[in-house]
């Protein structure tokens, strides 16, 4: 058996440059930048406006692979977790390795929402600990304003549109790189958070567009509850049962999905606010792109630090949720 264990080795994130701003929404719908900002701490997004996921995680790969010093044909896995892929098939992973030419690497997408980094995460570092592939990247992306319904004020506006990748390699030492994992499924929470249109079940139809089937649904305040609960209670078993407190944690990794999700779960974890890392005012929920835009954002920003211990967390559709527990071990690109 190989002990070897998978590490995050360098990170890149991309967000298309046209901004939607709560000003632009206020015109959309009946809202108000005072409403978004207090309930989802939400101030602006970045919308794609032509083109598809693989044209925003191209150029998320591309800085990846700038911050590593490695080529696109060292490439061996490309894992994609989207719910907003190109197309059905072929995959936005294949997609993907022809644009930037990783030749030799074969990849896949993976469907768990909001959680679908982590999962992710955890699927990519098993290829690396058991010694088949040395360099797996890792993709979290969504073209959410693709699948929101701008006329329906509860739920356009909390997404936005971004990418972002990690690139993961083995390293020897085991007190380093992707040290523990707890991920969990709970089918029953299908019925508050869904797109029901486009997939074998409601094969798309004058109906199904008709009836908005093509856009996501979500009972906001269903979620909410369960979200700050499965967040916060798989931070705190990640943490027990590494014999860790929160005064051990540098950096607590959530999903971005509402700001007051994030202070509850923090609390609950009894972690410092400076101890969070926040960009949901900047972009949104961007679902599968949320944890690894703030871990690319913050190493490259110089205040990720090689050697920091830090728990990512999420929970979205599915239902889906965990934490992943991290030894940081890559080499710092900035000085702060
Ligand atoms: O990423 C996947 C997982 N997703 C989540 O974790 C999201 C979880 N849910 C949430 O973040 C929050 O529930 C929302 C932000 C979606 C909603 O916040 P809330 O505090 O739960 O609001 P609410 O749904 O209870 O609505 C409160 C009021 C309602 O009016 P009444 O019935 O009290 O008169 C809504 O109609 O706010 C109204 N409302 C709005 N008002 C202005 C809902 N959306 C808006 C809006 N602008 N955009």
């Known amino acids: 058996m190989s002990k070897m264990h998978a590490t995050i080795t360098a990170a890149g994130h991309y967000a298309p440059e046209k901004l939607l701003t709560n000003a632009d929404l206020e015109k959309m719908v009946d809202t108000t930048d005072e409403w978004?900002?207090?309930r989802t701490g939400i101030v602006e997004r970045h919308i794609l406006e032509g083109g598809?996921?693989?044209d925003m995680a191209v150029p998320a790969i591309t800085r990846m692979l700038k911050n590593s010093g490695i080529g696109p044909e060292e490439i061996d896995l490309i894992i994609v977790a989207t719910i907003s892929p190109d197309m059905f098939f072929p995959s936005t992973a294949c997609i993907i390795?022809?644009?930037i030419g990783a030749k030799k690497a074969w990849g896949f997408d993976l469907s768990a929402a909001c959680s679908g980094f982590l999962y992710a995460l955890v699927v990519g570092a098993q290829f690396v600990e058991n010694g088949s592939y040395r360099k797996v990247v890792v993709v979290g992306g969504d073209v959410m304003s693709r699948i929101a319904d701008y006329t329906d004020?509860?739920?356009?506006?909390?997404f936005g549109d971004a990418a972002a990748a990690?690139?993961?390699?083995p390293t020897e030492d085991t007190s380093l790189g992707i040290l523990d994992h707890v991920l969990y499924a709970d089918g029953s929470g299908g019925k508050v958070l869904y797109m029901k249109g486009g997939g074998s079940l409601n094969p798309p139809t004058h109906e199904t567009v008709d009836k908005g089937m093509h856009y996501l649904y979500q009972?906001?305040?269903a979620v909410f509850k369960v979200a700050v609960i499965g967040m916060?209670?798989?931070?705190?078993?990640?943490?027990?049962?590494n014999g860790l407190t929160g005064k051990d944690v540098d950096w607590l990794v959530p999903h971005q999905a509402n700001l007051r999700i994030i202070d509850a779960c923090a609390e609950r974890m009894e972690l410092e606010k400076s101890k969070v890392m926040v960009n949901i005012d900047r972009y949104g929920n961007t679902t599968n792109a949320t944890i690894p835009m703030c871990l690319s954002e913050w190493w490259q920003a110089?205040?990720?630090r090689k050697g920091q211990t830090i728990v990512l967390a999420s929970f979205g559709a599915g239902f889906t949720w965990g934490a992943v527990l991290v030894k940081w071990n890559a080499e710092n690109v900035a000085q702060n």
């Open 36 to 38: 978004i900002r207090t």
């Open 52 to 54: 598809a996921l693989s």
């Open 97 to 99: 390795q022809e644009k």
């Open 153 to 158: 004020r509860n739920n356009c506006i909390l």
């Open 166 to 169: 990690v690139l993961l390699e």
């Open 219 to 221: 009972d906001g305040k």
């Open 232 to 241: 916060a209670e798989a931070s705190a078993e990640i943490m027990k049962r």
């Open 302 to 304: 110089g205040k990720l």
